[in-house]
């Protein structure tokens, strides 16, 4: 799948799945709703109920930029299957005009967000690679 194809099958989906890794190389995977711009890719802290604020994926990102996107689309109809990946660089915005224009976008892009007040961390991900797999154009 070329890359166009693979970056807006992957900004339509409902969610996608992170990988991350710490200096230690273990994996750690947890589903994201995200927002797509060009190459980028954008997460937020939002304030639904998390056992701690000390996340694991901010700590991973501060420790191994380096991270992976999966957006996937499954039916029992074979024939409708696809995936798209993205392989990042990722960066912890915590403050200042980046991270607002990252906010505006995901609250225009998910609804749910419009009335939270998204005061957590916003991460930004730099997409090197863009890949994917679909049963039938």
């Known amino acids: 799948m070329l890359a166009d194809e693979c970056r807006r099958r992957f900004a339509t989906a409902d969610h996608v799945y992170l990988a991350t890794a710490g200096a230690d190389g273990g994996p750690h995977l947890v589903p994201v709703v995200v927002v797509v711009t060009g190459?980028?890719?954008?997460?937020?802290?939002?304030?639904?109920?998390?056992?701690?604020?000390?996340?694991?994926?901010?700590?991973?990102?501060?420790?191994?930029?380096?991270?992976?996107?999966?957006a996937d689309h499954y039916?029992?109809?074979?024939?409708?299957?696809?995936?798209?990946r993205a392989d990042a660089?990722?960066?912890?915005?915590?403050?200042?005009?980046?991270?607002?224009?990252?906010v505006?976008?995901?609250?225009?892009?998910?609804?749910?967000?419009?009335?939270?007040?998204l005061a957590g961390p916003v991460v930004l991900a730099r997409v090197m690679r863009w890949s994917g797999w679909a049963a039938s154009p």
């Open 39 to 70: 190459d980028e890719i954008c997460f937020a802290v939002d304030d639904k109920p998390k056992r701690t604020t000390s996340l694991r994926r901010l700590r991973n990102i501060a420790e191994n930029p380096r991270v992976a996107f999966l």
């Open 75 to 84: 039916d029992a109809d074979w024939s409708r299957l696809w995936w798209v």
């Open 89 to 102: 660089e990722a960066r912890v915005l915590r403050d200042g005009a980046e991270r607002e224009r990252a």
């Open 104 to 117: 505006e976008a995901l609250r225009l892009r998910h609804r749910q967000y419009r009335h939270q007040d």
